[in-house]
T-cell receptor, first 117, second 114 residues
Framework: DQQVKQNSPSLSVQEGRISILNCDYT??????FLWYKKYPAEGPTFLIS?????DKNEDGRFTVFLNKSAKHLSLHIVPSQPGDSAVYFC????????????????FGQGTILTVHP | EAEVAQSPRYKITEKSQAVAFWCDPI?????LYWYRQILGQGPELLVQ????????DSQLPKDRFSAERLKGVDSTLKIQPAELGDSAMYLC????????????FGPGTRLTVL
């Protein structure tokens, strides 16, 4: 049972254009969402996150949008740069009864982003 | 900049052999995680430590996998005996505490079982 899904295995965009990566989830208990970027032969690195009390979070060229009713989030990269070419993972965590995070992240399958010069 | 260290980076072994992976988290990080990433999939949590205690090992195949963090600092993940299906990337991550969602990952150990 895949609780976090990234249905697009790959995405190719032109340098300077917008990249939109999508993620869907099924677990209603998820309340915190993160995007990680991974280069070959390296571990994932944290990119941006969003709490379920927000619907948008922005950090420079990166913006994450959350639609709780649709259980959908997206990562927008504007403008896209060749150095953004990597695998992008969506991840989610849920809070325990006390309202703090369990810490465990559930990841999607990843989307390979290629930005062409 | 502080990093999570892992060794070895690559390991090739034959099935039925024993293998061990080591992880040194960022200094001061109380929570340590071991993930397994099969090619084409996202990382999947195997075990989570809070200091030296296991807080989640529900996805750890306990018949062949073991993990320890004896002094609450570095950690070892062991597989005995290794099977062909264990070929994957084994990632270690750490965070300041379990309630802090931002996890910092090491470079991983690529295991190939022949």
């Amino acid at each position: 049972d895949q609780q976090v899904k990234q249905n697009s295995p790959s995405l190719s965009v032109q340098e300077g254009r917008i990249s939109i990566l999508n993620c869907d989830y099924t677990n209603s208990m998820f309340d915190y969402f993160l995007w990680y970027k991974k280069y070959p032969a390296e571990g994932p690195t944290f990119l941006i996150s969003i709490s379920s009390i927000k619907d948008k979070n922005e950090d420079g060229r990166f913006t994450v949008f959350l639609n709780k009713s649709a259980k959908h989030l997206s990562l927008h990269i504007v403008p896209s740069q060749p150095g953004d070419s990597a695998v992008y993972f969506c991840a989610a965590s849920e809070a325990n009864a006390g309202g703090t995070s369990y810490g465990k992240l559930t990841f999607g399958q990843g989307t390979i982003l290629t930005v062409h010069p | 900049e502080a990093e999570v260290a892992q060794s070895p980076r690559y390991k090739i072994t034959e099935k039925s052999q024993a293998v061990a992976f080591w992880c040194d988290p960022i200094s001061g990080h109380a929570t340590l995680y071991w993930y397994r990433q099969i090619l084409g999939q996202g990382p999947e949590l195997l075990v989570q430590f809070q200091d030296e205690s296991v807080v989640d090992d529900s996805q750890l195949p306990k018949d062949r996998f073991s993990a320890e963090r004896l002094k609450g600092v570095d950690s070892t993940l062991k597989i005995q005996p290794a099977e062909l299906g264990d070929s994957a990337m084994y990632l270690c991550a750490s965070s300041v505490e379990a309630g802090n969602n931002e996890q910092f990952f090491g470079p991983g150990t690529r295991l190939t079982v022949l």
